[in-house]
């Protein structure tokens, strides 16, 4: 008879994959306990089939990247910056990370990842406010950090800034494609920028230019750029007393 022929096997699988998500009401407080089907996914147009939907404590690793350019020693801000820095790194929780980078017209990392939270309050404790701003520059340092293969699996990207940019070799451009590549969340508070916009604007609700250019606000525009399809926000806030407030509302996000 003729031998026998091996058996002819078929394998099939199916690829899961987790997705981060936060979940705000209208009023942008955070939505807990969320049930499946309360759940659509897309992928290209298409609705996706949704598996289990849970609440996790996941390590973090995160960017501050903190302005000290010149403006910054206007009024109270650098002080208040520091303190919501400080505050934000003692908010994450054990297991977590965080990264602190200055920007002005030079960029510094304050020491590195896994730092204590107080190594780290008292490099932030001796930053000084001084010329320039480099915030794209900036940007794209700490998406090359976040992107790390050392990093957690879950990571974020958090701005405290004054103003626009005024002395970065980048351009907006390539700011947001660096932050595109990193995959992460990007957060913005921005410090006496103006009134916040009202949903579905790409700029503040005070969009007069002269009452803007009196007051000393900036465009917000390339913030939202860089927060904006993240998964992240950008906030104005025009007290800059409020960074403490706006740092734990993220890292209680997060």
């Known amino acids: 008879s003729p031998a026998a022929q091996p058996a002819i096997r078929f394998r099939s699988g199916v690829d899961v994959v987790r997705l981060s998500v936060t979940a705000r009401d209208a009023g942008g407080q955070l939505v807990h306990d969320l049930k499946p089907e309360e759940f659509e996914v897309y992928e290209d147009g298409v609705r996706q089939e949704t598996g289990p939907v849970g609440h996790h404590e996941t390590p973090i690793s995160v960017v501050l990247l ?17 303190d919501g820095a400080i505050n934000f790194v003692n908010a994450l929780k054990p297991g977590d990370e965080a990264l602190v980078i200055a920007f002005s017209d ?113 465009d917000l525009d390339p913030l939202h750029r860089l927060t904006d399809g993240t998964g992240g926000w950008t906030y104005p806030i025009e007290a800059s007393k409020r960074c403490t407030e706006i740092c734990i509302r993220i890292a209680d996000e997060l």
């Open 106 to 218: 030079s960029i510094d990392a304050l020491g590195r990842f896994g730092l204590d939270a107080k190594t780290i309050a008292r490099a932030v404790k001796r930053v000084d406010a001084e010329a320039g701003t480099r915030l794209y520059d900036a940007v794209i340092e700490g998406a090359r950090a976040i992107a790390d293969s050392g990093r957690k699996e879950k990571r974020a990207i958090v701005i405290l800034s004054d103003g626009a940019d005024t002395a970065s070799v980048a351009g907006l451009d390539e700011a947001v494609e660096a932050v595109r590549v990193a995959e992460a969340p990007v957060y913005a508070i921005a410090i006496e920028y103006g009134a916040p916009r009202a949903p579905g604007r790409s700029r503040t609700t005070t969009d007069d230019p002269l009452w803007r250019q009196l007051r000393g606000y900036s």
């Open 66 to 82: 903190l302005d000290r350019s010149g403006s910054m020693m206007q009024g109270d801000k650098i002080m208040h910056a520091k």
